[in-house]
């Protein structure tokens, strides 16, 4: 009986070390948690947030305005990302005039506009890496330092764990309103001045 016993627990045991060897550790489940978005909405919106303030955070250190978060730039450029994670487009920037004239009928006042769009399946730091792989690629700096006021931010995930980024960037100069017409001169006529005609 004593023998049966041992002969069970030695068996639980192996039962134990296996199935903890093949279970994932608490570290990768976060990583694998982490590549895959999380809880979807909440993961998108906190790394868009995150990107947005580390590239606002090199234009500061660089002496240059922050931009200004706009709702409206950051559903089309979401949009955006989302295309591409589908394949509805090819990665990269098709269909960026289009954008730009869906935002001009949303932002009286924009006058030119830049994207910076990327895509990668590295889960450690994803925030940093895109913004450290912009700030090395001169075209995308360039945008990142551009003349721009309003920025959005969207990003997407697709079914095999590839995070794509897509920041649109835009100008806007509020329409001034027009000064009204002034009223036009008094005319002063000069035939109060003139004595009455005499004839014979």
Do not use: C
């Not at 697709?158 to 100069?173: E, L, R």
């Amino acid at each position: 009986m004593t023998r049966f016993w041992f002969l069970v627990r030695v068996l639980l045991l192996a039962f134990l070390g296996l199935l903890a060897f093949f279970s994932p550790s608490s570290a990768q489940e976060a990583t694998v948690a982490k590549a895959s978005g999380g809880a979807g909405t909440d993961f998108r919106s906190k790394l868009e947030q995150e990107t947005f303030l580390l590239v606002n955070q090199y234009r500061q250190e660089n002496k240059l305005p922050p931009f200004k978060w706009s709702d409206d730039i950051a559903v089309v450029a979401r949009a955006h990302s989302k295309d591409m994670a589908t394949d509805k487009v090819d990665f990269g920037h098709g269909g960026f005039g289009d954008r730009v004239k869906q935002l001009k009928t949303k932002l009286p006042g924009l006058n030119g506009a830049g994207e910076n769009v990327l895509k990668t399946d590295d889960p450690d730091e994803v925030a940093k890496g895109a913004v450290r792989v912009w700030l090395h690629s001169p075209h995308h700096l360039a945008n990142i330092r551009g003349d721009f006021n309003y920025s959005g931010m969207g990003i997407w995930r697709d079914d095999n764990g590839m995070i794509y980024f897509t920041q649109f960037f835009v100008k806007i100069i509020p329409p001034t309103p027009a000064a009204p017409e002034p009223p036009p001169p008094k005319v002063i006529s000069p035939f109060p001045y003139l004595a009455d005609p005499k004839t014979r």
